[in-house]
Protein backbone atom coordinates (compact mmCIF):
# COMPACT_ATOMS: atom_id res chain seq x y z
CA UNK A 1 0.00 0.00 0.00
CA UNK A 2 2.52 2.11 -0.90
CA UNK A 3 3.60 4.80 -3.99
CA UNK A 4 6.99 3.94 -4.51
CA UNK A 5 7.99 6.11 -7.55
CA UNK A 6 7.19 9.93 -7.75
CA UNK A 7 6.53 11.24 -11.25
CA UNK A 8 7.45 14.52 -12.24
CA UNK A 9 4.43 16.43 -13.74
CA UNK A 10 6.43 18.00 -16.45
CA UNK A 11 7.50 14.31 -17.16
CA UNK A 12 3.68 12.92 -17.22
CA UNK A 13 2.57 15.80 -19.12
CA UNK A 14 4.48 14.61 -21.70
CA UNK A 15 3.82 10.97 -21.43
CA UNK A 16 0.50 11.76 -21.93
CA UNK A 17 1.08 13.29 -25.67
CA UNK A 18 1.23 10.06 -26.73
CA UNK A 19 -2.21 9.42 -25.90
CA UNK A 20 -6.36 10.46 -26.97
CA UNK A 21 -6.61 11.73 -23.30
CA UNK A 22 -6.34 15.81 -23.43
CA UNK A 23 -4.57 17.72 -21.40
CA UNK A 24 -3.47 16.80 -17.81
CA UNK A 25 -5.32 17.98 -15.13
CA UNK A 26 -4.31 16.49 -11.79
CA UNK A 27 -2.92 13.10 -10.58
CA UNK A 28 -2.44 11.82 -7.16
CA UNK A 29 -0.48 8.53 -5.59
CA UNK A 30 -3.14 6.42 -4.76
CA UNK A 31 -2.87 3.23 -2.30
CA UNK A 32 -4.31 0.71 -4.63
CA UNK A 33 -2.47 -2.97 -4.96
CA UNK A 34 1.33 -3.68 -2.98
CA UNK A 35 3.30 -3.97 -5.75
CA UNK A 36 3.03 -0.87 -8.34
CA UNK A 37 3.13 2.74 -8.25
CA UNK A 38 -0.26 3.54 -9.18
CA UNK A 39 -1.57 7.18 -9.87
CA UNK A 40 -4.75 8.40 -10.41
CA UNK A 41 -5.02 11.03 -13.64
CA UNK A 42 -7.76 13.55 -14.35
CA UNK A 43 -7.30 14.78 -17.87
CA UNK A 44 -9.52 16.46 -20.06
CA UNK A 45 -11.16 13.09 -21.11
CA UNK A 46 -12.12 12.71 -17.47
CA UNK A 47 -10.27 9.72 -14.66
CA UNK A 48 -8.28 7.02 -15.35
CA UNK A 49 -5.20 4.44 -13.06
CA UNK A 50 -1.76 5.04 -14.02
CA UNK A 51 0.68 2.01 -13.03
CA UNK A 52 4.04 2.35 -13.10
CA UNK A 53 5.38 -1.86 -12.78
CA UNK A 54 7.52 -1.85 -10.08
CA UNK A 55 10.27 -4.66 -9.75
CA UNK A 56 8.49 -7.55 -8.30
CA UNK A 57 6.34 -7.44 -11.48
CA UNK A 58 8.14 -9.53 -14.59
CA UNK A 59 8.31 -7.19 -17.53
CA UNK A 60 7.75 -10.16 -19.92
CA UNK A 61 4.13 -10.69 -18.04
CA UNK A 62 2.99 -7.45 -18.83
CA UNK A 63 1.39 -7.99 -22.38
CA UNK A 64 -0.13 -10.94 -20.71
CA UNK A 65 -1.94 -9.09 -17.92
CA UNK A 66 -2.72 -5.90 -20.31
CA UNK A 67 -4.06 -8.60 -23.13
CA UNK A 68 -5.77 -10.37 -20.35
CA UNK A 69 -7.92 -7.15 -19.09
CA UNK A 70 -8.43 -6.00 -22.84
CA UNK A 71 -10.12 -9.69 -23.66
CA UNK A 72 -12.24 -9.82 -20.36
CA UNK A 73 -13.32 -6.61 -21.24
CA UNK A 74 -14.25 -6.96 -24.94
CA UNK A 75 -16.42 -10.02 -23.37
CA UNK A 76 -18.69 -7.77 -20.88
CA UNK A 77 -16.39 -8.31 -17.72
CA UNK A 78 -16.19 -5.13 -16.06
CA UNK A 79 -12.24 -4.35 -15.46
CA UNK A 80 -9.92 -1.98 -15.97
CA UNK A 81 -9.11 -1.20 -19.56
CA UNK A 82 -5.84 -0.81 -21.19
CA UNK A 83 -6.25 2.99 -22.82
CA UNK A 84 -3.49 2.28 -26.14
CA UNK A 85 -0.99 4.85 -27.51
CA UNK A 86 -1.78 6.70 -30.22
CA UNK A 87 0.74 3.86 -32.01
CA UNK A 88 -1.57 1.13 -30.90
CA UNK A 89 0.24 0.14 -28.06
CA UNK A 90 -1.09 -0.19 -24.49
CA UNK A 91 2.34 -0.42 -22.91
CA UNK A 92 4.73 2.66 -22.47
CA UNK A 93 7.71 3.97 -20.40
CA UNK A 94 7.32 6.32 -17.60
CA UNK A 95 10.33 7.24 -15.10
CA UNK A 96 12.06 4.42 -16.20
CA UNK A 97 9.71 1.84 -15.34
CA UNK A 98 7.42 0.25 -18.03
CA UNK A 99 3.56 2.17 -17.71
CA UNK A 100 0.37 1.69 -18.57
CA UNK A 101 -2.95 3.59 -18.41
CA UNK A 102 -6.27 1.73 -17.49
CA UNK A 103 -9.71 3.11 -17.58
CA UNK A 104 -10.61 4.15 -13.92
CA UNK A 105 -13.85 1.97 -12.14
CA UNK A 106 -16.34 3.44 -9.69
CA UNK A 107 -16.75 1.07 -6.86
CA UNK A 108 -15.57 0.19 -3.46
CA UNK A 109 -14.39 -2.94 -1.94
CA UNK A 110 -16.34 -4.24 1.19
CA UNK A 111 -14.27 -4.47 4.28
CA UNK A 112 -16.85 -6.35 6.20
CA UNK A 113 -18.46 -8.94 3.05
CA UNK A 114 -21.49 -10.02 3.66
CA UNK A 115 -22.94 -13.65 2.04
CA UNK A 116 -24.40 -11.55 -0.66
CA UNK A 117 -20.97 -10.21 -1.36
CA UNK A 118 -19.71 -13.23 -1.65
CA UNK A 119 -22.40 -14.75 -3.88
CA UNK A 120 -21.63 -12.02 -5.95
CA UNK A 121 -17.80 -12.96 -6.17
CA UNK A 122 -18.51 -16.73 -6.85
CA UNK A 123 -20.53 -15.61 -9.74
CA UNK A 124 -17.58 -12.91 -11.21
CA UNK A 125 -15.04 -15.79 -10.57
CA UNK A 126 -17.12 -17.99 -12.62
CA UNK A 127 -17.94 -15.25 -15.65
CA UNK A 128 -13.79 -14.50 -15.46
CA UNK A 129 -13.29 -18.34 -16.10
CA UNK A 130 -15.62 -18.76 -18.70
CA UNK A 131 -14.64 -15.32 -20.21
CA UNK A 132 -11.05 -16.72 -20.43
CA UNK A 133 -11.73 -19.40 -21.50
CA UNK A 134 -10.54 -18.61 -25.27
CA UNK A 135 -7.65 -16.00 -24.38
CA UNK A 136 -4.87 -16.89 -26.42
CA UNK A 137 -1.79 -16.25 -23.86
CA UNK A 138 -0.39 -18.37 -20.88
CA UNK A 139 1.30 -17.91 -18.19
CA UNK A 140 2.51 -20.30 -15.51
CA UNK A 141 1.69 -20.01 -12.05
CA UNK A 142 4.96 -19.47 -9.99
CA UNK A 143 2.99 -19.57 -6.66
CA UNK A 144 1.15 -22.93 -7.39
CA UNK A 145 2.17 -26.30 -6.15
CA UNK A 146 5.77 -26.24 -8.04
CA UNK A 147 6.60 -22.98 -5.95
CA UNK A 148 5.64 -23.34 -2.58
CA UNK A 149 9.22 -25.32 -2.10
CA UNK A 150 11.39 -22.73 -2.93
CA UNK A 151 9.35 -20.44 -0.21
CA UNK A 152 9.52 -23.03 2.31
CA UNK A 153 12.93 -22.69 1.83
CA UNK A 154 13.63 -19.60 1.94
CA UNK A 155 11.27 -19.49 5.31
CA UNK A 156 13.03 -22.04 6.82
CA UNK A 157 16.94 -20.61 6.27
CA UNK A 158 15.00 -17.60 7.80
CA UNK A 159 14.15 -19.64 10.96
CA UNK A 160 10.54 -19.30 10.28
CA UNK A 161 10.26 -21.10 14.04
CA UNK A 162 10.77 -17.78 15.61
CA UNK A 163 7.14 -16.59 14.37
CA UNK A 164 5.85 -20.03 16.05
CA UNK A 165 7.81 -23.12 17.56
CA UNK A 166 6.83 -25.84 15.39
CA UNK A 167 6.05 -24.24 12.53
CA UNK A 168 8.94 -25.47 9.90
CA UNK A 169 7.89 -29.02 10.64
CA UNK A 170 4.14 -28.30 10.73
CA UNK A 171 5.17 -26.55 6.97
CA UNK A 172 7.69 -29.45 5.66
CA UNK A 173 4.84 -32.36 6.59
CA UNK A 174 1.82 -30.07 5.06
CA UNK A 175 4.24 -29.31 1.38
CA UNK A 176 4.70 -33.10 1.21
CA UNK A 177 1.86 -34.71 1.69
CA UNK A 178 -0.34 -31.41 -0.94
CA UNK A 179 2.97 -32.37 -3.34
CA UNK A 180 2.32 -35.88 -3.85
CA UNK A 181 -1.91 -35.50 -3.54
CA UNK A 182 -2.28 -32.10 -5.88
CA UNK A 183 -4.84 -32.53 -8.54
CA UNK A 184 -3.75 -32.22 -11.67
CA UNK A 185 -5.78 -33.13 -14.77
CA UNK A 186 -8.89 -30.55 -13.37
CA UNK A 187 -10.16 -28.30 -16.00
CA UNK A 188 -7.84 -25.48 -16.49
CA UNK A 189 -7.53 -22.03 -17.56
CA UNK A 190 -7.27 -18.79 -16.80
CA UNK A 191 -7.08 -17.66 -13.19
CA UNK A 192 -7.11 -14.04 -11.22
CA UNK A 193 -4.73 -16.04 -8.37
CA UNK A 194 -5.92 -13.18 -5.99
CA UNK A 195 -9.30 -12.12 -5.44
CA UNK A 196 -8.94 -10.80 -2.32
CA UNK A 197 -11.71 -7.72 -1.20
CA UNK A 198 -9.59 -5.49 -2.03
CA UNK A 199 -9.52 -6.66 -5.46
CA UNK A 200 -13.25 -6.48 -6.14
CA UNK A 201 -15.53 -3.34 -6.31
CA UNK A 202 -19.20 -3.09 -5.32
CA UNK A 203 -21.80 0.14 -5.74
CA UNK A 204 -25.10 -0.36 -4.58
CA UNK A 205 -24.56 -3.23 -3.17
CA UNK A 206 -23.73 -4.92 -6.40
CA UNK A 207 -20.60 -5.83 -7.70
CA UNK A 208 -19.11 -3.59 -10.11
CA UNK A 209 -15.68 -4.25 -11.16
CA UNK A 210 -12.81 -6.65 -10.55
CA UNK A 211 -9.09 -5.27 -10.46
CA UNK A 212 -5.59 -6.06 -10.31
CA UNK A 213 -4.56 -9.39 -12.69
CA UNK A 214 -1.09 -8.82 -11.95
CA UNK A 215 -1.19 -12.42 -10.36
CA UNK A 216 -3.38 -13.61 -13.30
CA UNK A 217 -1.79 -16.70 -14.33
CA UNK A 218 -3.07 -20.08 -16.65
CA UNK A 219 -3.73 -22.86 -14.10
CA UNK A 220 -6.92 -25.00 -12.54
CA UNK A 221 -9.55 -22.92 -12.48
CA UNK A 222 -10.53 -24.24 -9.00
CA UNK A 223 -7.65 -23.59 -7.23
CA UNK A 224 -8.89 -19.70 -7.80
CA UNK A 225 -12.35 -20.80 -5.93
CA UNK A 226 -10.28 -22.32 -3.52
CA UNK A 227 -8.51 -18.90 -3.04
CA UNK A 228 -11.64 -16.83 -2.44
CA UNK A 229 -12.90 -19.63 -0.19
CA UNK A 230 -10.11 -18.27 1.76
CA UNK A 231 -9.70 -14.95 0.79
CA UNK A 232 -13.70 -14.32 1.38
CA UNK A 233 -15.41 -16.70 3.90
CA UNK A 234 -13.30 -16.70 7.04
CA UNK A 235 -14.45 -14.16 9.76
CA UNK A 236 -12.03 -12.09 11.50
CA UNK A 237 -12.08 -14.84 14.48
CA UNK A 238 -10.49 -16.99 12.08
CA UNK A 239 -13.39 -19.17 11.77
CA UNK A 240 -15.35 -20.29 8.69
CA UNK A 241 -18.61 -19.29 7.78
CA UNK A 242 -20.20 -21.63 6.13
CA UNK A 243 -23.30 -19.09 4.90
CA UNK A 244 -20.76 -17.48 3.01
CA UNK A 245 -19.05 -20.52 1.60
CA UNK A 246 -22.38 -21.56 0.31
CA UNK A 247 -23.10 -18.17 -1.44
CA UNK A 248 -19.87 -18.43 -2.85
CA UNK A 249 -20.18 -22.17 -4.11
CA UNK A 250 -23.27 -21.91 -4.96
CA UNK A 251 -23.23 -18.64 -7.13
CA UNK A 252 -19.78 -19.97 -8.66
CA UNK A 253 -21.25 -23.21 -9.93
CA UNK A 254 -24.60 -21.57 -10.95
CA UNK A 255 -22.43 -20.32 -13.88
CA UNK A 256 -20.03 -22.62 -14.31
CA UNK A 257 -21.03 -25.83 -12.83
CA UNK A 258 -18.08 -27.56 -10.80
CA UNK A 259 -17.34 -31.49 -11.81
CA UNK A 260 -17.22 -34.22 -9.62
CA UNK A 261 -13.04 -34.61 -9.41
CA UNK A 262 -13.20 -30.26 -8.46
CA UNK A 263 -15.60 -31.40 -5.79
CA UNK A 264 -14.03 -34.05 -3.94
CA UNK A 265 -10.27 -32.21 -4.62
CA UNK A 266 -11.49 -28.67 -3.00
CA UNK A 267 -10.48 -29.20 0.32
CA UNK A 268 -7.21 -30.03 -1.23
CA UNK A 269 -7.00 -27.07 -2.93
CA UNK A 270 -7.88 -25.12 -0.10
CA UNK A 271 -5.05 -26.52 2.21
CA UNK A 272 -3.22 -25.30 -1.32
CA UNK A 273 -4.59 -21.90 -1.21
CA UNK A 274 -4.15 -21.70 2.51
CA UNK A 275 -0.39 -22.61 2.33
CA UNK A 276 0.62 -20.37 -0.57
CA UNK A 277 -0.65 -17.13 1.02
CA UNK A 278 1.10 -18.65 4.72
CA UNK A 279 4.36 -19.27 2.57
CA UNK A 280 4.66 -15.70 1.12
CA UNK A 281 3.12 -13.48 3.83
CA UNK A 282 5.63 -16.17 6.06
CA UNK A 283 8.97 -14.47 4.07
CA UNK A 284 8.14 -11.19 3.95
CA UNK A 285 7.20 -11.01 7.48
CA UNK A 286 10.72 -12.75 8.32
CA UNK A 287 12.52 -10.31 5.69
CA UNK A 288 11.41 -7.46 7.45
CA UNK A 289 13.90 -6.03 9.95
CA UNK A 290 13.44 -5.32 13.88
CA UNK A 291 11.90 -1.90 14.54
CA UNK A 292 10.50 -1.05 10.97
CA UNK A 293 7.82 1.31 10.88
CA UNK A 294 5.83 -1.26 8.50
CA UNK A 295 4.60 -4.69 9.39
CA UNK A 296 3.34 -7.15 6.53
CA UNK A 297 0.11 -8.99 6.61
CA UNK A 298 -0.04 -11.73 9.01
CA UNK A 299 1.03 -14.85 8.60
CA UNK A 300 -0.57 -16.89 11.11
CA UNK A 301 -3.77 -15.95 9.84
CA UNK A 302 -3.12 -18.85 7.06
CA UNK A 303 -1.87 -21.75 9.14
CA UNK A 304 -5.24 -21.26 11.23
CA UNK A 305 -7.00 -21.36 8.07
CA UNK A 306 -4.83 -24.67 6.59
CA UNK A 307 -5.36 -26.26 10.05
CA UNK A 308 -9.26 -26.03 9.38
CA UNK A 309 -9.04 -27.21 5.81
CA UNK A 310 -7.00 -30.39 7.17
CA UNK A 311 -9.94 -31.26 9.03
CA UNK A 312 -12.46 -30.73 6.15
CA UNK A 313 -13.20 -34.19 4.43
CA UNK A 314 -15.99 -32.85 1.13
CA UNK A 315 -17.16 -29.90 -0.64
CA UNK A 316 -20.25 -30.41 1.10
CA UNK A 317 -18.45 -29.39 4.19
CA UNK A 318 -17.83 -26.04 2.58
CA UNK A 319 -21.39 -25.60 2.20
CA UNK A 320 -21.84 -26.65 -1.12
CA UNK A 321 -24.97 -28.71 -1.89
CA UNK B 1 3.43 10.57 2.04
CA UNK B 2 1.18 7.59 3.52
CA UNK B 3 -2.21 6.26 4.53
CA UNK B 4 -2.75 6.02 8.28
CA UNK B 5 -5.85 5.12 8.57
CA UNK B 6 -8.08 2.55 6.96
CA UNK B 7 -11.75 3.85 6.22
CA UNK B 8 -13.97 1.12 5.50
CA UNK B 9 -16.48 1.75 2.59
CA UNK B 10 -19.91 0.84 5.03
CA UNK B 11 -18.15 3.95 7.38
CA UNK B 12 -17.36 6.35 4.79
CA UNK B 13 -20.85 6.09 3.23
CA UNK B 14 -22.67 6.32 6.75
CA UNK B 15 -20.65 9.68 7.61
CA UNK B 16 -21.38 11.46 3.74
CA UNK B 17 -25.40 11.05 4.89
CA UNK B 18 -24.76 14.05 6.82
CA UNK B 19 -23.86 15.49 4.10
CA UNK B 20 -25.49 16.88 0.73
CA UNK B 21 -23.23 15.19 -1.68
CA UNK B 22 -25.06 12.70 -3.10
CA UNK B 23 -23.73 9.04 -3.11
CA UNK B 24 -20.46 7.78 -3.01
CA UNK B 25 -19.31 5.83 -6.22
CA UNK B 26 -15.46 5.18 -5.31
CA UNK B 27 -12.64 6.47 -2.66
CA UNK B 28 -9.14 5.98 -2.70
CA UNK B 29 -6.25 6.75 -0.12
CA UNK B 30 -4.38 9.64 -1.56
CA UNK B 31 -0.80 10.05 -1.48
CA UNK B 32 -0.65 13.76 -0.06
CA UNK B 33 0.57 15.44 2.51
CA UNK B 34 2.63 13.81 5.29
CA UNK B 35 0.45 14.80 8.81
CA UNK B 36 -3.03 13.50 7.89
CA UNK B 37 -4.77 10.31 6.03
CA UNK B 38 -6.35 11.70 2.75
CA UNK B 39 -8.92 10.01 0.57
CA UNK B 40 -9.92 11.23 -2.61
CA UNK B 41 -13.94 10.97 -2.91
CA UNK B 42 -15.71 10.76 -5.74
CA UNK B 43 -19.94 11.15 -5.11
CA UNK B 44 -22.91 11.95 -7.10
CA UNK B 45 -21.46 16.08 -6.75
CA UNK B 46 -18.37 15.39 -7.94
CA UNK B 47 -14.40 15.04 -6.39
CA UNK B 48 -13.62 15.90 -3.11
CA UNK B 49 -11.12 15.53 -0.63
CA UNK B 50 -11.85 13.73 2.49
CA UNK B 51 -8.76 14.51 5.73
CA UNK B 52 -8.42 12.23 8.88
CA UNK B 53 -6.51 14.12 11.11
CA UNK B 54 -3.96 11.96 12.95
CA UNK B 55 -2.18 13.15 16.25
CA UNK B 56 0.36 15.37 14.83
CA UNK B 57 -2.67 17.93 14.18
CA UNK B 58 -3.79 19.22 17.72
CA UNK B 59 -7.89 18.73 17.74
CA UNK B 60 -7.76 22.37 19.02
CA UNK B 61 -6.38 24.09 15.85
CA UNK B 62 -8.37 22.41 13.52
CA UNK B 63 -11.09 25.75 13.90
CA UNK B 64 -8.51 27.63 12.94
CA UNK B 65 -7.03 25.47 9.75
CA UNK B 66 -10.63 25.03 7.93
CA UNK B 67 -11.98 28.73 9.00
CA UNK B 68 -8.87 29.73 7.53
CA UNK B 69 -9.69 28.16 4.10
CA UNK B 70 -13.28 29.03 3.78
CA UNK B 71 -12.20 32.73 4.77
CA UNK B 72 -9.14 32.84 2.40
CA UNK B 73 -11.61 31.24 -0.53
CA UNK B 74 -13.82 33.90 0.66
CA UNK B 75 -11.65 36.53 -0.15
CA UNK B 76 -10.79 34.75 -3.92
CA UNK B 77 -7.93 32.95 -3.34
CA UNK B 78 -7.93 29.53 -4.88
CA UNK B 79 -7.81 26.91 -2.12
CA UNK B 80 -9.57 23.91 -0.68
CA UNK B 81 -12.52 24.57 0.65
CA UNK B 82 -14.36 22.84 3.82
CA UNK B 83 -17.67 21.74 2.90
CA UNK B 84 -20.33 21.94 5.24
CA UNK B 85 -22.20 19.11 6.87
CA UNK B 86 -26.21 19.55 6.68
CA UNK B 87 -25.94 20.85 10.51
CA UNK B 88 -23.63 23.59 9.29
CA UNK B 89 -20.59 22.49 10.63
CA UNK B 90 -17.35 21.58 8.52
CA UNK B 91 -15.88 19.19 11.29
CA UNK B 92 -16.97 15.61 11.73
CA UNK B 93 -16.21 12.56 13.32
CA UNK B 94 -14.84 9.41 11.50
CA UNK B 95 -13.11 5.94 12.17
CA UNK B 96 -12.14 7.35 15.39
CA UNK B 97 -10.16 10.96 14.08
CA UNK B 98 -11.43 14.49 13.68
CA UNK B 99 -12.77 14.45 10.18
CA UNK B 100 -13.13 17.41 7.21
CA UNK B 101 -14.16 17.14 3.48
CA UNK B 102 -12.65 19.65 1.57
CA UNK B 103 -13.37 20.48 -2.61
CA UNK B 104 -11.09 18.75 -4.97
CA UNK B 105 -8.36 21.29 -6.71
CA UNK B 106 -6.99 20.95 -10.46
CA UNK B 107 -3.41 21.22 -10.89
CA UNK B 108 0.07 19.38 -9.90
CA UNK B 109 3.16 20.47 -8.13
CA UNK B 110 6.10 21.06 -10.40
CA UNK B 111 9.18 18.83 -9.41
CA UNK B 112 11.05 21.26 -11.45
CA UNK B 113 10.40 25.10 -10.71
CA UNK B 114 11.24 28.16 -12.98
CA UNK B 115 12.00 31.37 -11.95
CA UNK B 116 7.95 32.17 -13.60
CA UNK B 117 7.26 29.63 -10.88
CA UNK B 118 8.88 31.19 -8.25
CA UNK B 119 6.94 34.52 -9.30
CA UNK B 120 3.50 32.99 -9.35
CA UNK B 121 4.58 31.45 -5.67
CA UNK B 122 5.58 35.05 -4.52
CA UNK B 123 2.28 36.77 -5.79
CA UNK B 124 -0.02 34.22 -4.27
CA UNK B 125 2.08 34.65 -0.91
CA UNK B 126 1.07 38.27 -0.66
CA UNK B 127 -2.00 37.56 -1.66
CA UNK B 128 -2.51 34.98 1.02
CA UNK B 129 -0.84 37.46 3.60
CA UNK B 130 -3.46 40.61 2.35
CA UNK B 131 -6.27 38.17 2.48
CA UNK B 132 -5.76 37.13 6.19
CA UNK B 133 -5.46 40.18 7.59
CA UNK B 134 -8.97 40.31 8.64
CA UNK B 135 -9.19 36.68 9.63
CA UNK B 136 -10.29 36.68 13.27
CA UNK B 137 -8.79 33.98 14.59
CA UNK B 138 -5.01 33.62 16.38
CA UNK B 139 -2.93 30.35 16.58
CA UNK B 140 0.70 30.95 17.69
CA UNK B 141 3.77 28.89 15.25
CA UNK B 142 5.24 26.26 17.79
CA UNK B 143 7.63 26.19 15.18
CA UNK B 144 8.85 30.23 15.22
CA UNK B 145 11.82 30.92 17.41
CA UNK B 146 10.63 29.82 20.62
CA UNK B 147 10.10 26.81 19.65
CA UNK B 148 13.32 25.86 18.06
CA UNK B 149 14.91 25.58 21.76
CA UNK B 150 13.15 22.22 22.68
CA UNK B 151 13.94 21.10 19.02
CA UNK B 152 17.79 21.89 19.80
CA UNK B 153 17.63 19.79 22.94
CA UNK B 154 15.74 16.70 21.26
CA UNK B 155 18.61 16.69 18.40
CA UNK B 156 21.50 16.80 21.08
CA UNK B 157 19.79 14.47 23.62
CA UNK B 158 19.90 11.72 20.64
CA UNK B 159 23.24 12.29 19.84
CA UNK B 160 23.38 14.58 16.34
CA UNK B 161 26.89 14.74 15.81
CA UNK B 162 26.19 11.02 14.51
CA UNK B 163 24.60 13.17 11.55
CA UNK B 164 27.44 15.22 11.18
CA UNK B 165 30.67 15.72 13.84
CA UNK B 166 30.42 19.27 15.60
CA UNK B 167 26.56 19.93 14.58
CA UNK B 168 25.03 19.84 17.77
CA UNK B 169 27.57 22.87 18.43
CA UNK B 170 27.01 24.30 15.19
CA UNK B 171 23.28 24.21 15.75
CA UNK B 172 23.97 25.92 19.49
CA UNK B 173 25.92 28.83 18.28
CA UNK B 174 23.04 29.60 15.25
CA UNK B 175 20.61 28.95 17.74
CA UNK B 176 21.72 31.24 20.44
CA UNK B 177 22.51 34.00 17.60
CA UNK B 178 18.98 33.99 16.45
CA UNK B 179 17.44 33.84 19.69
CA UNK B 180 19.37 37.43 20.62
CA UNK B 181 18.81 38.84 16.87
CA UNK B 182 15.21 38.11 15.84
CA UNK B 183 12.77 40.34 14.71
CA UNK B 184 10.12 41.08 17.10
CA UNK B 185 8.26 43.89 15.51
CA UNK B 186 7.63 43.51 12.07
CA UNK B 187 4.39 43.25 10.57
CA UNK B 188 2.13 39.93 11.70
CA UNK B 189 -0.62 37.75 10.51
CA UNK B 190 -1.76 34.73 9.09
CA UNK B 191 1.12 32.81 7.36
CA UNK B 192 1.14 29.75 5.98
CA UNK B 193 4.50 28.24 6.98
CA UNK B 194 4.60 25.29 4.77
CA UNK B 195 4.52 26.78 1.57
CA UNK B 196 6.97 23.98 -0.50
CA UNK B 197 6.55 23.25 -3.97
CA UNK B 198 4.06 20.42 -3.42
CA UNK B 199 1.80 22.82 -1.66
CA UNK B 200 1.25 24.97 -5.14
CA UNK B 201 -0.48 23.71 -7.34
CA UNK B 202 0.11 24.33 -10.91
CA UNK B 203 -2.04 24.39 -14.36
CA UNK B 204 -1.12 25.46 -17.79
CA UNK B 205 1.96 27.24 -16.48
CA UNK B 206 -0.16 29.15 -13.94
CA UNK B 207 -0.77 28.80 -10.28
CA UNK B 208 -4.15 27.00 -9.75
CA UNK B 209 -4.28 27.28 -5.97
CA UNK B 210 -2.70 26.71 -2.34
CA UNK B 211 -3.19 23.57 -0.14
CA UNK B 212 -2.23 22.35 2.79
CA UNK B 213 -2.62 25.44 5.91
CA UNK B 214 -2.15 22.64 8.56
CA UNK B 215 0.87 24.69 9.64
CA UNK B 216 -0.66 27.69 9.15
CA UNK B 217 -0.59 30.34 12.12
CA UNK B 218 0.31 33.85 13.01
CA UNK B 219 3.66 34.83 12.72
CA UNK B 220 5.87 37.55 11.07
CA UNK B 221 4.69 37.79 7.38
CA UNK B 222 8.21 38.18 6.31
CA UNK B 223 9.33 34.97 7.37
CA UNK B 224 6.76 33.05 5.53
CA UNK B 225 9.15 34.53 2.84
CA UNK B 226 11.92 33.37 4.43
CA UNK B 227 10.64 30.18 4.34
CA UNK B 228 9.64 30.60 0.71
CA UNK B 229 13.13 31.40 -0.61
CA UNK B 230 14.58 28.22 1.18
CA UNK B 231 11.90 26.13 -0.17
CA UNK B 232 11.65 27.39 -3.75
CA UNK B 233 15.15 29.28 -5.44
CA UNK B 234 17.81 26.49 -4.44
CA UNK B 235 18.85 23.83 -6.76
CA UNK B 236 19.18 20.48 -6.38
CA UNK B 237 23.22 21.33 -5.66
CA UNK B 238 22.12 23.50 -2.67
CA UNK B 239 23.36 26.72 -4.25
CA UNK B 240 21.05 29.57 -4.35
CA UNK B 241 19.57 30.95 -7.71
CA UNK B 242 19.38 34.34 -7.37
CA UNK B 243 16.93 34.69 -10.36
CA UNK B 244 14.32 32.48 -9.20
CA UNK B 245 15.02 34.42 -5.94
CA UNK B 246 14.59 37.84 -7.80
CA UNK B 247 11.61 36.31 -8.92
CA UNK B 248 9.65 35.22 -6.04
CA UNK B 249 10.64 38.59 -3.69
CA UNK B 250 9.58 41.11 -6.84
CA UNK B 251 6.27 39.40 -6.89
CA UNK B 252 5.61 39.56 -3.74
CA UNK B 253 6.72 43.21 -3.07
CA UNK B 254 4.74 43.91 -5.96
CA UNK B 255 1.55 43.08 -4.33
CA UNK B 256 2.53 43.83 -0.68
CA UNK B 257 5.72 45.89 -0.52
CA UNK B 258 8.53 45.01 1.86
CA UNK B 259 9.25 47.66 4.94
CA UNK B 260 12.93 49.14 5.42
CA UNK B 261 12.79 46.82 8.36
CA UNK B 262 11.78 43.69 6.63
CA UNK B 263 13.96 44.51 4.05
CA UNK B 264 17.11 44.29 6.61
CA UNK B 265 15.80 41.77 8.63
CA UNK B 266 15.46 39.41 5.64
CA UNK B 267 18.93 37.31 5.94
CA UNK B 268 18.13 36.42 9.72
CA UNK B 269 14.47 35.39 8.90
CA UNK B 270 16.10 33.27 6.12
CA UNK B 271 18.29 31.53 8.87
CA UNK B 272 15.41 31.27 10.99
CA UNK B 273 13.63 29.55 8.08
CA UNK B 274 16.31 27.17 7.29
CA UNK B 275 17.04 26.49 11.00
CA UNK B 276 13.23 25.32 11.72
CA UNK B 277 13.81 22.88 9.28
CA UNK B 278 17.28 21.80 9.80
CA UNK B 279 16.14 21.02 13.24
CA UNK B 280 12.23 19.29 12.56
CA UNK B 281 13.75 16.95 9.72
CA UNK B 282 17.29 16.04 12.28
CA UNK B 283 14.56 15.12 14.97
CA UNK B 284 12.63 13.04 12.62
CA UNK B 285 15.72 11.50 10.85
CA UNK B 286 17.25 10.67 14.13
CA UNK B 287 13.64 8.78 15.35
CA UNK B 288 13.83 6.39 12.87
CA UNK B 289 15.38 3.12 13.74
CA UNK B 290 18.34 1.58 11.89
CA UNK B 291 17.28 -0.92 9.21
CA UNK B 292 13.76 0.88 8.56
CA UNK B 293 12.15 1.12 5.42
CA UNK B 294 11.02 4.64 5.15
CA UNK B 295 13.88 7.39 5.59
CA UNK B 296 12.90 10.68 6.55
CA UNK B 297 14.17 13.77 4.55
CA UNK B 298 17.75 14.83 4.98
CA UNK B 299 17.68 17.22 7.33
CA UNK B 300 21.65 18.46 6.17
CA UNK B 301 19.89 20.03 3.26
CA UNK B 302 19.18 22.64 5.45
CA UNK B 303 22.50 22.87 6.89
CA UNK B 304 24.07 23.65 3.47
CA UNK B 305 21.30 26.77 3.24
CA UNK B 306 22.00 27.76 6.56
CA UNK B 307 25.14 28.04 5.92
CA UNK B 308 24.86 30.10 2.47
CA UNK B 309 22.46 32.81 4.52
CA UNK B 310 25.08 33.60 7.21
CA UNK B 311 27.39 34.59 4.37
CA UNK B 312 24.52 37.02 3.26
CA UNK B 313 24.50 40.61 4.21
CA UNK B 314 20.82 42.27 2.66
CA UNK B 315 17.93 41.57 0.91
CA UNK B 316 19.57 42.81 -2.15
CA UNK B 317 21.98 39.69 -2.22
CA UNK B 318 18.34 37.52 -2.26
CA UNK B 319 17.80 39.51 -5.85
CA UNK B 320 15.71 41.85 -4.33
CA UNK B 321 16.26 45.39 -6.22
Known sequence: MAVYTDVAAEDLAAFLAGYELG???????IAEGVENSN????????YFILTLYEKRVAADDLPFFLGLMEHLAARGLNCPQPVKHRDGQVLGRLAGRPAAIVTFLDGMWIRRPSPGHCGAVGEALAQLHLAGADFPLRRANALSVAG???LYRAAQAKNADRVQPGLTDALAAELAQLESAWPRDLSQG????D???????????????LIDFYFACTDTLAYDLAICLNAWCFETDHSYNVTKGRA????????RPLSDDEQRQLPVLCRG?????????????????????????DPMEYFRKLRFHQTIGSARDYGFD
Chains 1, 2 share one sequence.
Do not use: C, M
Open 23 to 29: ELLAYKG
Open 39 to 46: FLLHTDRG
Open 148 to 150: WRP
Open 190 to 193: VIHA
Open 195 to 209: LFPDNVFFLHDRLSG
Open 248 to 255: LLQAYAGK
Open 273 to 297: AALRFLLTRLVDWLDVPAGALVRPK
